[in-house]
């Protein structure tokens, strides 16, 4: 064998070793249905942990005016103490109760005036974002394979609410009928604001 | 005995970007308490070996006087093909064929893409003696364009462990980026001083018409380094996506800006014939502590663009009188 025919002979052993080690090969249809087996239920998911997890948790949400004085005393320690979130940065989420009267029905949101506390907004009409889902630190980011299912089960979470929760509290509200909630809100940690605290309702 | 600034001029001249750095360091260090703990110090190694990857083939572009500015999107693309393949494969509904990759498949198709777009962008240059800002500017738009077909805007994500731990994961108590960064690092900078190919590069920059005279085949030598360019761009695509277990679409954007700068601080000039891949490393250093300085520092990310751009803008000038003055 001459020099050249050796190192093409080498060349096409290599690329056949490369090759080798980077695929494998199965038939789709197989792989369809294993794939179809193993995909993950977001709604199902979603539904398990608001009955089994987010409202037996519920009962340890703090009163809301009790966290908005903490919050003004030592704000560090009550972010430490109350607050969850799964992502770095400055948003944290509360699960918070309240009771109060209800001073304003809006199209998006109902404004409640606390008792002894300031005025609040339960959403209505947005119910968007991932305060429901991480307010009570019962999910972790290890659970999920990627940040879609972890994204869709915060969507699933917002569509329980606005169906099971939002839509019979807006049939029945009325100016000056006392309510009690217990719901998400989220606050920035850096920036924080408690003069327009806007509640996800999740019982009310 | 009289000793003037002049005494030290050379010394001072070939550590400037050390010197720098070290300035740079103890001021950051005396305003932020948290800048000299030892997570931080593996925090910015870490950060810092994507941009060595693409700053290390960067210099070589710009050794050559070219310039390349598809990296960032080169980046992305080499990212989101291994992501795509390792997450999804390729199916063939004709044949009833499913192609499944392997981690080192997944890896193997990176590279490849990075390497065939740079390939792509030193055929350009020398075939249709394009101007490498065009060709590369070009090659910019279409490599992003072919990111978000491939990906369809959204991020890839659930690699797995096995992939993540080539961002994340620890070898001899180092971050592996910082092992993979500076294997490269070493490996180019025995090909720049002990192989024929590393003084075609600085004879090419220093006069394209000298080295073709003197028998140097150009084109080859370009298109080898725009290939090396691309293949290395690919390595910070991998690097990125392994360490966010996610191919973003918008990954790399502006990272070519990142690279160039590191190239200028690290005194490469872009005329090219004269420059190092350790004043480059140095140059990456830099701009990755300063990055890491002003985030600790609390600084907008506003100001950060501009003092980023005011520091770019006196390396330069500093780097235009030095020669001046050689």
């Known amino acids: 064998m001459n020099k050249n025919g050796l190192k093409y002979g080498v060349l096409v052993l290599l690329l056949a070793v490369v090759a080798y080690n980077s695929v494998y090969f199965r038939k789709l249809d197989e792989k369809k249905a294993s794939a179809a087996t193993t995909k993950f239920d977001a709604a199902a998911y979603a539904d398990a942990f608001w009955k089994t997890k987010l409202l037996p948790d519920s009962g340890k949400a703090i009163e809301l005016n009790m966290l908005i004085q903490e919050l003004k005393t030592d704000k560090d320690k009550a972010f430490e103490a109350h607050s969850h979130a799964l992502s770095i940065g400055n948003l944290r989420y509360f699960l918070v109760r309240g009771t109060g009267k209800i001073t304003a029905i809006g199209d998006h949101d109902v404004t409640v005036l606390l008792a002894n506390g300031p005025e609040v907004t339960i959403a209505t009409e947005y119910v968007f974002g991932n305060a429901a889902r991480d307010a009570s630190g019962q999910i972790r980011l290890t659970d999920f394979d990627n940040t879609m299912d972890l994204n869709n089960v915060s969507s699933e979470i917002n569509k329980i609410i606005r169906n099971r929760v939002v839509a019979p509290f807006k049939a029945s509200a009325k100016t000056g009928q006392e309510v009690s909630f217990i719901g998400a809100i989220e606050l920035n940690r850096e920036h924080l604001h408690t003069d327009a605290i806007e509640v996800i309702p999740i019982h009310i | ?326």
């Not at chain 2, 002049?6 to 932020?32: E, M, N």
């Not at chain 2, 030193?122 to 090659?139: H, Q, S």
């Open chain 2, 1 to 326: 005995m009289q000793i003037s600034l002049q005494t030290y001029r050379p010394a001072l001249l070939k550590f400037q970007s050390l010197i720098a750095l070290l300035i740079l360091c103890l001021t950051i260090g005396l305003l932020s308490d948290k800048f000299f703990t030892v997570a931080n110090g593996w925090n910015v190694l870490r950060q810092i070996s994507v941009n060595v990857c693409i700053s290390v083939g960067m210099t070589l572009v710009v050794l050559t006087a070219g310039i390349d500015l598809s990296v960032g999107s080169v980046l992305a693309l080499s990212g989101a093909i291994a992501a795509g393949l390792l997450r999804n494969g390729i199916e063939l509904p004709a044949s009833n064929l499913y192609i499944g990759f392997t981690v080192f498949g997944a890896i193997v198709a990176g590279l490849l893409t990075g390497s065939v777009l740079g390939w792509f962008n030193g055929w350009a240059i020398t075939r249709f003696k394009l101007p490498p800002f065009v060709a590369t500017l070009a090659m910019l738009t279409i490599a992003r364009g072919l990111t978000m077909l491939w990906t369809e805007g959204f991020p890839i994500t659930g690699l797995g462990d096995s992939f993540t731990f080539l961002g994340t994961g620890w070898l001899l108590g180092i971050p592996l980026p910082v092992w993979i960064s500076g294997g490269i690092v070493l490996v180019v900078v025995l090909l720049m001083d002990q192989t024929r190919f590393g003084r075609y590069v600085y004879a090419i920059g220093g006069s394209e018409s000298a080295a073709r005279l003197s028998g140097v085949n150009i084109n080859r030598i370009k298109m080898l380094v725009y290939t090396m360019a691309g293949g290395l761009a690919a390595v910070g695509g991998l690097l990125v996506t392994s360490r966010l277990d996610s191919a973003q679409p918008n990954a790399g954007t502006s990272y070519e800006l990142d690279s160039i700068a590191a190239v200028v601080i690290g005194g490469t000039s872009l005329s090219g014939g004269r420059g190092s891949i350790l004043g480059t490393v140095q140059g990456a250093v830099i701009i990755g502590v300063l990055n890491n300085g002003l985030v600790l520092l609390n600084v907008s990310p506003f100001w950060q663009q501009v003092v980023k751009g005011i520091v770019i803008l006196l390396a330069v000038i500093i780097d235009k009188s030095s020669s001046r003055n050689d």
